[in-house]
């Protein structure tokens, strides 16, 4: 494919009479074979314009850099911002790409809402995708990547790779790190939702207000010209809220706001039963009564969000709603993954902000037998080289609205496993208990369950290893908590 071709579909200008022929697009010069774009950006660690000489010796075309970075032996596309270029650009190499695709931000809720929007479209007969972090789930499997979002190559190849297996429909996550880094764009997004924002990520955008404008990007600039924003409205009715609303006002998109508050969708209604909530909806002047099969406020939302990504891509109300009544948990999301000896159900949760914290605990409150003496125990932890400012409020979050507390690690990565649960415990107070070991912490909650209790271990969800050391000393031992509960409750069986 001539580069020229490429950069008159992105709109990029080339220097006078400069052509190549591209075979790839790299943004690692480890990567580079004869005929590749380089994009040469700098980053946390590296700063990959030292690189540029042996990505032209290795056979690189052009580079995507800065006006001030040096190239040599090669086109220079020269621009303020090469991450964005670099993804327009690339963009119109991996082709074709699904003909509907939309993407969710928020700082909760997101793997969730590409999940149910996935299963919805699947159960609306389509061939259909999620990406986020449970990784890249299609009608034939389901491939882990590690990141919520990889980089800009393999998520367009991604993209592009879906198209080629028949895939229609993709729904997927964009992070505010993805956002920010030009790491999740270039393809059409004919719909965005924004689910909620609360405190996360701060060791990385430098206050809530940078945070945010990371996930508007969404709204400003990636989602089409005349697409759609549906938008979480719930009681709670947040200034954020408010502000993403107007966001996409300003953009001139369809604005569709779902929740307690919601205009297109409202929920009128929501009423805990033994296996999950029936929810009484207003819809286009009419009220609808559904039943959803999952526990917990928040996958109402997360349902909801999704039911409004399907009707903003021409699904039909009817088959919609019926979709969200046969929706299936997704994994590590409030995932019932065990009954202790006792008989205590225990729940393995991805709660990792206090906010998420808050709601998962409030799902599950309901379901504790409290006039029978029952309690509601949780197990957590705060990630290491990860946003320290949040880790006093999760312990808060957790101590205020749990009965009995126990913090615990959860990747604690680079940093002292004992000064971040230091750090929580100072949130949690006095009453919690401090067992950093992963396994005995959970045991110790299922060994002490009663019959009316209920136990949340929170933080990790699907995630499969304990994440320690930093660089050149980083080990993952492996560690899912759905199974570590079912050994400890088994185990409580047999003892
Ligand atoms: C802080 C952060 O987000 N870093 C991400 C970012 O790295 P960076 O651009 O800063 O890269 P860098 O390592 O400094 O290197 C700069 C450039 O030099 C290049 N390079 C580097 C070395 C070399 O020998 N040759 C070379 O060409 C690199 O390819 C890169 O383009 O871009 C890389 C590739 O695109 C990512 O792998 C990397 O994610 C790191 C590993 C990470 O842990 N990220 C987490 C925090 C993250 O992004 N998480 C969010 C989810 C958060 C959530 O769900 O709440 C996500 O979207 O995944
Ligand atoms: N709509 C919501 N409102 C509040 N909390 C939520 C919501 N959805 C999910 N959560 C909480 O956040 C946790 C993570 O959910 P999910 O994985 O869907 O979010 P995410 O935005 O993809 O997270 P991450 O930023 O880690 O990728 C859940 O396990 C739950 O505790
Ligand atoms: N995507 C989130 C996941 C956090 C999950 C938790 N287990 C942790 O490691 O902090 C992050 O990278 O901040
Ligand atoms: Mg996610």
Same mark, same amino acid.
């Given at each position: ?16 009479? $400069? ?17 590749? @774009? ?32 040096? @190239? ?57 995708? $999620? ?10 499997? $389901? ?6 979002? *990889? ?141 959803? *099969? ?29 979709? @969200? ?76 609205h749990s009965d009995v507390v126990i913090v615990t690690d959860d990747n604690p990565r680079g940093e002292d496993p004992a000064a971040i649960r230091a750090q929580v415990l100072a949130g949690a107070g006095e009453n919690a208990r401090d067992i950093g070991d992963r396994r005995a912490a ?8 009663? *019959? ?7 933080g990790k969800g699907h995630e499969q290893g304990q994440i320690i050391g930093s660089g050149e000393n980083m080990r993952v031992l492996p560690f899912d908590d759905v199974e570590v509960a079912r050994q400890c409750a088994a185990q409580g069986v047999q003892?």
């Amino acid at each position: 494919m001539k580069l020229g071709v490429l950069a008159d579909q992105a709109a990029i200008s080339l220097p006078s009479g $400069s052509d190549a022929e591209v075979t790839g697009f790299a943004i690692d010069h480890r990567k580079i074979a004869p005929g590749t @774009v380089f994009g040469a950006f700098r980053g946390a660690r590296f700063n990959a314009e030292d690189f540029i000489p042996a990505a032209i010796e290795a056979g690189a075309v052009a580079v995507v850099a800065r006006p001030e970075a040096s @190239v040599e032996g090669a086109i220079h596309i020269a621009e303020d911002e090469p991450r964005r270029a670099f993804a327009r650009l690339a963009a119109k190499f991996f082709t074709p790409v699904p003909e509907c695709i939309v993407a969710v931000t928020g700082t909760n809720g997101k793997t969730s809402t590409v999940e149910m929007t996935r299963q919805i479209w699947r159960m609306c007969g389509e061939r259909a995708a $999620s990406i986020g972090t449970l990784g890249v789930t299609t009608p034939d499997e $389901s491939v882990s990547t590690g990141l919520t979002t *990889p980089d800009i190559v393999t998520f367009l190849s991604n993209m592009s790779g879906l198209a080629r297996e028949g895939v229609s429909h993709v729904a997927y996550e964009a992070s505010s790190h993805g956002l920010s880094q030009y790491r999740n764009e270039g393809v059409p997004v004919r719909a965005a939702a924004f689910t909620n924002f609360s405190r996360d990520h701060l060791d990385y955008h430098k206050d809530m207000e940078d945070y945010f404008a990371a996930k508007m990007r969404l709204f400003d600039e990636v989602v089409d010209d005349g697409g759609t924003a549906i938008i979480w409205h719930g009681e709670e009715n947040s200034e954020w809220t408010r502000r993403a609303i107007e966001h996409a006002q300003k953009r001139a998109l369809r604005v569709l706001t779902v929740g307690e508050r919601g205009e297109y969708i409202r929920l009128a209604a929501r009423t805990p039963t033994q296996l999950g909530q029936d929810l009484e909806i207003e819809f286009e002047g009419e009220t609808r009564k559904l039943r959803l *099969p999952l526990i917990g406020a928040y996958q109402v939302a997360n349902a909801l969000v999704s039911a409004g990504l399907a009707m903003a891509t021409g699904k039909s109300a009817s088959q919609v709603f019926d979709a @969200v009544g046969r929706l299936q948990p997704v994994r590590g999301r409030l995932e019932r993954a065990a009954i202790s000896a006792s008989g205590a159900p225990i729940y393995i949760d991805y709660a990792h902000t206090p906010d998420a914290l808050e709601a998962a605990i409030a799902a599950l409150r309901p379901h504790v037998e409290t006039e029978r003496g029952g309690r509601l125990i949780t197990v957590f932890g705060a990630g290491g080289d990860r946003d320290q400012g949040k880790r006093e409020p999760m312990g808060r979050a957790a101590s205020e609205h749990s009965d009995v507390v126990i913090v615990t690690d959860d990747n604690p990565r680079g940093e002292d496993p004992a000064a971040i649960r230091a750090q929580v415990l100072a949130g949690a107070g006095e009453n919690a208990r401090d067992i950093g070991d992963r396994r005995a912490a959970i045991a110790a909650a299922i060994s002490e369950a009663g *019959p009316h209790d209920i136990v949340l271990v929170a933080g990790k969800g699907h995630e499969q290893g304990q994440i320690i050391g930093s660089g050149e000393n980083m080990r993952v031992l492996p560690f899912d908590d759905v199974e570590v509960a079912r050994q400890c409750a088994a185990q409580g069986v047999q003892a």
